[in-house]
């Protein structure tokens, strides 16, 4: 692993588009590590993991073999306490798993994409943070469009749940814009030479 790669974080709320603007970072050549499918897989694979949730949400927590992610979403939504234990078994192995990954990179920068990193204290370990803006009402058009099973108020209510986008941008060291007013690619063009001139230079 280089001793000297920059460690860039990129989040954003629900339907905020920080998946393809991270895959615009990963065509230019940046590894993008992407916390919260590893922490789907870390859920339905790990052993640990799956002891201590069925040891905490019953058994009814897998269905053949695999989380039952109906049920576990039905048990956390609404309750912060059980949301919170959940995370406490799941985000220290995201963090374990995202240092072996990252043993293996060797360019100039790596990105961690994650809607909790703030949430879940992961940003503390990065050295740049983007946060891609959306307005609401644009956001909720966008999920909708892509999960017609979703409603206006659960999504609402996601949205309700995280962190503001003010907030976000705020504790940001850059922002995206993904308003559909801005055009993403050189926006991203511009933090991927950033990034790499930042490396060069030790800024």
Do not use: C
Not at 93 to 109: C, L, N, P, T
Request: no cysteine; charged share 30%; glycine share 4%.
């Amino acid at each position: 692993m280089k001793t000297n790669i920059l460690k860039v974080g990129i989040t954003g709320g629900i339907g905020a588009g920080k998946t393809i603007v991270s895959q615009i970072f990963s065509i230019l050549g940046a590894p993008v590590y992407n916390a919260d499918e590893r922490a789907k897989f870390i859920l339905h694979h790990d052993a640990e993991v799956r002891h201590q949730v069925i040891r905490n949400f019953g058994d009814e927590s897998y269905k053949d073999e695999k989380l039952d992610t109906v049920f576990i979403t039905r048990e956390v939504f609404n309750n912060d306490d059980k949301l919170a234990k959940l995370n406490s078994f799941v985000h220290p192995k995201v963090k374990i798993d995202f240092e072996k990954w990252m043993r293996g990179q060797h360019s100039a920068y790596i990105l961690k994409e994650a809607a909790l990193l703030y949430e879940a204290g992961s940003y503390k370990d990065l050295d740049k943070i983007i946060t891609v803006f959306s307005p609401i009402e644009l956001r909720i058009e966008r999920v909708l469009t892509r999960d017609p099973k979703r409603t206006e108020a659960s999504i609402r209510s996601i949205i309700q749940k995280q962190m503001s986008d003010d907030e976000k941008v705020l504790k940001a060291d850059y922002v995206i814009y993904n308003d559909d007013t801005q055009l993403l690619i050189p926006q991203v063009i511009r933090l991927h030479k950033l990034f790499i001139a930042e490396t060069l230079t030790g800024i």
